[in-house]
């Protein structure tokens, strides 16, 4: 096949790829851009080996073969992006988004240059927009991210998150940070899911009373 059209599916299939993952990267997700953009070129990478690498042998072969093993394959890159974390699972979403990415880059690979464009925009919408439309109208649970300044020593971390777990409170995503408090102290932030009906103040009062913590202050969303 000519070169030029054989870089451009290997590029589309980057811009496709990233396009996704800067979405994911943007909620500090554990697959974010890059990953994102390998899967998608490794998969039009293997497809275009696939369909074009075996034909000078002269023999029958399926090009379907060979691109079917990005689909299971993708599966085990996609179970390290899942974290249980007691109650809960994360990363499913983010496991997903690496699947689809795989199948756009077959579809780049395989010349399907609208279907993967296509594919794109509606993984775009579905994980912004259908997002936002989960949390405000399916799933009405209040959403709150907070700062908390602690003591930095073993099993604090594991106190915070029993007590949140003893008021029904989900943790969606903890960052920690210990460059901007004093030595011996942490700044963790959270992203919580609400239980139906509980305020925000109620939840940071909790989070107050427990010893070694400090200060609690909502952040912005």
């Given at each position: ?37 390998l ?12 369909m074009?690498?075996?034909?000078e042998?002269?023999?029958?072969y ?45 579809a ?45 020593q ?68």
């Open positions: 096949m000519p070169a030029l059209s054989l870089v451009f599916r290997l590029t589309l299939a980057c811009i496709l790829g990233g396009a996704i993952g800067l979405q994911r990267e943007g909620l500090n997700r554990p697959a974010g851009f890059r990953t994102h953009v899967v998608a070129l490794g998969a039009a990478l293997i497809m275009l080996l696939s074009y690498g075996f034909q042998f002269g023999q029958p399926d090009p379907g073969r060979l691109a079917a093993q990005v689909v299971s394959g993708i599966g085990f890159l996609g179970a390290g992006t899942i974290m249980r974390e007691g109650a809960s699972i994360r990363g499913l979403t983010t496991a997903a988004s690496l699947w689809v990415v795989a199948g756009i880059g077959l780049c690979g395989a010349g399907f240059y609208l279907s993967a464009v296509a594919a794109t925009v509606l993984v775009y919408l579905t994980l912004g927009v259908f997002f936002h439309l989960e949390r405000g109208w399916i799933n009405p649970a209040s959403y709150v991210k907070m700062g908390v300044v602690t003591l930095d073993p099993g604090q971390l594991g106190r915070i998150g029993a007590a949140l777990g003893g008021k029904n409170i989900s943790v969606r995503n903890i960052t920690i940070d210990r460059a901007d408090v004093a030595d011996g102290n942490v700044q963790v932030r959270l992203e919580l899911k609400l239980p139906k009906g509980m305020a925000v103040a109620e939840a940071m009062a909790d989070l107050a009373a427990l010893p070694g913590v400090h200060t609690v202050c909502e952040l912005d969303k």
